[in-house]
């Protein structure tokens, strides 16, 4: 069985910061694209940044570019998601999720999902 899980979520004031942690556990995904994505109440879930497997290219949603970063340690089987500047706009339960073939965007080329890790963000 293959379970991802993510940590690090919490409550924040506009302009805080946190590093979301996304750990497999059942088989490693070193060499897997690994993605995260985000649900805010009401909304679908959407696109916030991907890293390759080497760690060498990553992509950003328009929305977070500039202030979140997305990095990864093979060793450690985790994937990190360092978020600054955080605003209102943030606030939504943040999922990782991981891609054994390809390199995408699109929410549905992903093949493993975590439960998710609530961010909130007010003042």
């Known amino acids: 069985q293959v379970q991802l899980v993510e940590s690090g979520g919490g409550s924040v004031q506009t302009g805080g910061s946190l590093r979301l942690s996304c750990t497999a556990s059942?088989?490693?995904?070193?060499?897997?694209?690994v993605g995260w994505f985000r649900q805010a109440p009401g909304k679908g879930r959407d696109f916030v940044a991907t890293?390759?497997?080497?760690?060498?290219?990553?992509i950003y949603a328009d929305s977070v570019k500039g202030r979140f970063a997305i990095s990864r340690d093979n060793a450690k089987n985790t994937v990190y998601l360092q978020m600054n500047s955080l605003n209102a706009d943030d606030t939504a339960v943040y999922y990782c999720?991981?891609?054994?073939?390809?390199?995408?965007?699109?929410?549905?080329?992903?093949?493993?999902w975590g439960q998710g890790t609530q961010v909130t963000v007010s003042s």
């Open positions: 999720a991981s891609d054994v073939r390809g390199f995408s965007k699109d929410a549905t080329d992903y093949d493993y």
């Open positions: 059942g088989r490693t995904f070193s060499r897997d694209t």
């Open positions: 890293i390759s497997y080497t760690g060498g290219t990553t």
